[in-house]
């Protein structure tokens, strides 16, 4: 058996991948970061999900507008987004190329046959589009379900004396255990059907014939520019006008502020000048101490109006009590 | 006189001279083939670049953290104010404090990644212990960058982070009292607290970690790269390069990569400030920074309550846990290093790093629960 049919369409495919999509991935952010210092898009609390969307681009292209459309998966604001994911084709082409060429060469040992790049990225990029939608939506049934479920669990007489802290870490670990698991059943079944794209493009390549070491240095020299003058010249300029422009587009202050970050305003504070200080406080005691003063006179006066009051009060209270008395003295023997 | 010039000094460039001058009393050519001709068994690979980044973004900290202290006042009365005044006031102020910040999160994060890559290659064993022990050391430095650093904007969220960090601390057997009070200087947090964890922060820590990194390197390079973990010798004897320029290539993506990243996160959440800092915490619920989040949320459950079962809880597993990285090296002898042969090895880094992602998860879950 030759490495070839050997090779699992999983292993393959996984290979293929995980490879293109790291290889252009830092010329897809430098254009992301410069989309985002010009203000041409602005990404929302779902940035993990974003990260994934443009790392993973060479199978969510075209899967990204329908997952749009059908499930509403909102990244951010702005047109910069499109137009990513459009600048994103030709660089994931180059990387699907690469990696691609050097797979057949290394791992196959087959003679990588004309237009590899364009035919695999286009089949990649139809089959994420139809598998996509499939994987968000029952990725997204399973884990809605098992939330409600583990949720459900603890709703139960049993459970509902359990402590907030480990509720929340074993649900959590039930409902991450069940998506996950169904996350990466789906990943693997998907990263397959790619490998046996790659497998079909495989059929009808030729044996290279050459020995490992040649191959080794077949697939090393492809990545090393023939003109290694040129090439540096041109990397060096596109990276002068991207971080000119770079600098032209970063915003000088915060770029979107929002409520919780308005400017406040801070008030200078006057100079300490320890003698002033000293006497105003003075001043201040001064005023303070008489004002205590009065309110203590005035009150040891009102509590004297009051006695005053209770005094006089109890003598018209005795009066009528006095003047009953005689009234009271027996009038008969 | 013209006969006696030496004939190599004759047709050199400005430029030529002036290296040749140079290399003439230090060696520089010597020193740039001991650097850049280092061979690197079975060839360049991105998985090694992660120490060169960790560099790299220790560079850009100390750079963008000195832009920072030209405008930054570490007083009590003013930290929060000089802080707003970055953000709001100075010219890409925002931007550099954001980058500073998340700048700190890739740190971390990569120092978890060349950790990881590290054990699962299995390049701790012999004979790299030391360049391990030193890393653990180096990694123990990075911790507590992010502690000493969260602080010094004096918002709400660095008073009370810093509170709950050195009440963790607090409950070290012997010295953690002395800790404790040690770096507060006072009963609560306050100016004397601050003092210190800036002093730490931008002399002590940065001191520590350029004299590590340097012995790390230099165990690195006496002991050589590991090189893969799998592969005939047929194979990785093909594959053997230089470190130039193939793997600098690899390092300078990977560093451009991670530079574009943190940029990226810098728009995506610039540094926002709370209200100032108060002894009296508010609606907020105190938290610390999110690498230590998962700690935080343990410490929650039941059975880690109580004194002894917060020690146990912020110490004792803790502590067991780097022991036990600190002696891998040592308990760990058997050559092998094909990670789909150390089963348990590779079970024990899964579970670990599962148990991390749940419980910083149940922790923001947490969070949500209490707001």
């Known amino acids: 058996m030759t490495e070839r049919e050997s090779t699992s369409p999983l292993k393959l495919g996984l290979n293929v991948l995980w490879s293109a999509c790291w290889t252009g991935f830092p010329i897809k952010l430098a254009i992301a970061l410069l989309f985002l210092a010009l203000g041409m898009m602005h990404f929302e609390a779902r940035i993990g999900l974003a990260f994934l969307m443009y790392l993973a681009s060479p199978v969510t292209v075209f899967a990204m507008p329908i997952l749009s459309m059908a499930f509403e998966p909102h990244l951010g604001e702005g047109f910069g987004i499109a137009l990513l994911f459009l600048l994103c ?151 002068v006008v991207l971080s000119l422009l770079f600098w032209a587009g970063l915003p000088v202050s915060t770029p979107h502020p929002h409520e919780c970050c308005k400017k406040p305003e801070v008030k200078a504070q006057p100079p300490y000048k320890p003698v002033d200080a000293l006497n105003k406080n003075e001043k201040a005691i001064t005023v303070l101490a008489a004002q205590v003063e009065s309110l203590e006179k005035m009150k040891t006066e009102e509590e004297a109006a009051k006695e005053k009051e209770k005094d006089k009060g109890k003598a018209v209270k005795a009066k009528p009590a006095d003047a009953k008395a005689p009234v009271k003295a027996p009038a008969t023997p | 006189m013209m006969e006696q010039t030496p004939p190599s000094a004759t047709g050199l460039t400005a430029l ?51 832009l920072l202290m030209f405008y930054y006042v570490p007083t009590a009365d003013h930290a929060f104010a000089s802080t707003q005044y970055i953000i709001h006031e100075v010219d890409y102020g925002w931007f550099l404090l954001s980058y500073h910040f998340w700048g700190s999160t890739a740190m971390v994060v990569c120092v978890f990644a060349h950790m990881s890559q590290v054990f699962l290659w299995g390049a701790y064993k012999s004979p790299r212990e030391l360049i391990w022990l030193v890393g653990l050391a180096l990694f123990g430095l990075v911790m507590g960058f992010g502690f000493t650093g969260y602080l010094l904007p004096w918002d709400q969220r660095a008073y009370w982070a810093t509170t709950v960090g050195v009440e963790i601390m607090d409950k070290t057997p012997v010295i953690g009292d002395f800790m404790a009070r040690f770096l507060k200087g006072g009963a609560t947090p306050g100016q004397m607290t601050l003092s210190r ?110 004194e002894f079962g917060q020690f146990v809880g912020a110490m004792a597993l803790p502590g067991a846990f780097m022991a036990l990285l600190a002696a891998l090296p040592f308990i760990d002898r058997d050559p092998e290093r094909n990670i789909f042969k150390r089963p348990i090895a590779l079970i024990g880094w899964i579970m670990v790093m599962a148990m991390i992602l749940l419980f910083t998860i149940a922790a923001i879950i947490n969070r949500e629960f209490l707001d």
């Open chain 2, 197 to 306: 964890f800036f002093v730490i922060h931008v002399m002590i820590l940065p001191a520590g970690l350029m004299g590590l990194a340097g012995l790390h390197i230099f165990l690195f390079r006496a002991a050589g790269p590991a090189g893969p973990f799998r592969g005939t010798p047929e194979e990785i004897k093909a594959k053997t390069d230089y470190f130039f320029p193939r793997q600098i290539w690899k390092d300078i993506v990977g560093m451009v990569t991670v530079f574009l990243t943190i940029c990226a996160l810098a728009f995506w959440e610039p540094v926002v400030l709370l209200e100032e800092a108060t002894p009296d915490p508010g609606d907020y619920h105190p938290e610390p920074e999110w690498y230590f989040l998962f700690l935080f949320q343990l410490l929650r459950l039941k059975m880690f309550g109580g």
């Open chain 1, 89 to 239: 084709i030709p660089i994931d082409i180059w990387a699907m190329g690469v990696v691609s060429r050097t797979v057949f060469l290394e791992k196959l040992r087959l003679e990588p046959p004309d237009g590899l790049a364009l035919s695999l990225w286009i089949k990649t990029a139809l089959a994420g589009a139809v598998y996509m939608p499939i994987l968000w939506f029952v990725v997204g049934f399973v884990t809605e379900n098992s939330i409600a479920m583990s949720h459900a669990l603890f709703e139960t007489d049993l459970l509902k004396a359990v402590p907030v802290a480990e509720k929340i870490g074993i649900e959590l670990t039930l409902w991450g255990s069940v998506s996950l698991g169904v996350l990466l059943v789906m990943l693997l079944i998907g990263v397959t059907l790619v490998g046996r794209v790659i497998k079909s493009a495989a059929q009808s390549a030729q044996p290279t014939g050459q020995s490992y070491q040649d191959i080794i240095t077949r697939w090393d020299l492809m990545r090393v520019p023939a003109d290694q003058g040129l090439m540096l010249t041109a990397v060096t300029l596109v990276g």
């Open chain 2, 16 to 66: 030529e001279k002036v290296i040749a001058f140079v290399d003439e009393r230090v060696g520089l050519k010597t020193i740039q083939a001991k650097m850049l001709n280092e061979p690197v068994p079975g060839g360049s690979r991105w998985a090694y670049v992660f120490g060169s980044i960790l560099l790299f973004i220790f560079i850009m900290q100390a750079v963008t953290g000195i």
